[in-house]
Nanobody, 126 residues
Framework: QVQLVESGGGLVQAGESLRLSCAAS????????MGWFRQAPGKERIIVAV????????YYADSVKGRFTVSRDNAKNTVYLQMNSLKPEDTAVYYC???????????????????WGQGTQVTVSS
């Protein structure tokens, strides 16, 4: 059974940085594309960043492009999200999961595993 443990969240002021980590176990981590999602209060969970199995071709939601960087260490079964220039609208619980691409007129990313970790809370004050 897959296990996901997110960490690194906290309370910061606008403009500051955080680095999130997600440790995965129970699956062959290196064979999966991995994504970071976030869910703000009263809103749906949305994807913000994706990194492929090999670490190349990252995807970023427009709202975080240029500020967030996703990376992974397959030897440690861990995916990271470096978040710079944080804004109050980045406030959310952040989760990771394996993802797969749904190819259509645009590419959409969807989660693979039914299991979700507890997430890590990021709160950005103005």
């Amino acid at each position: 059974q897959v296990q996901l443990v997110e960490s690194g969240g906290g309370l910061v002021q606008a403009g500051e940085s955080l680095r999130l980590s997600c440790a995965a176990s129970g699956r062959t981590f290196s064979t999966y594309n991995m994504g970071w999602f976030r869910q703000a209060p009263g809103k749906e969970r949305i994807i913000v960043a994706v990194i492929t199995r090999s670490g190349g071709m990252p995807y970023y939601a427009d709202s975080v492009k240029g500020r967030f960087t996703v990376s992974r260490d397959n030897a440690k079964n861990t995916v990271y999200l470096q978040m710079n220039s944080l804004k109050p609208e980045d406030t959310a619980v952040y989760y990771c999961n394996a993802v797969e691409a749904i190819i259509g007129r645009t590419t959409r990313w969807t989660s693979v595993w039914d299991y979700w970790g507890q997430g890590t809370q990021v709160t950005v004050s103005s």
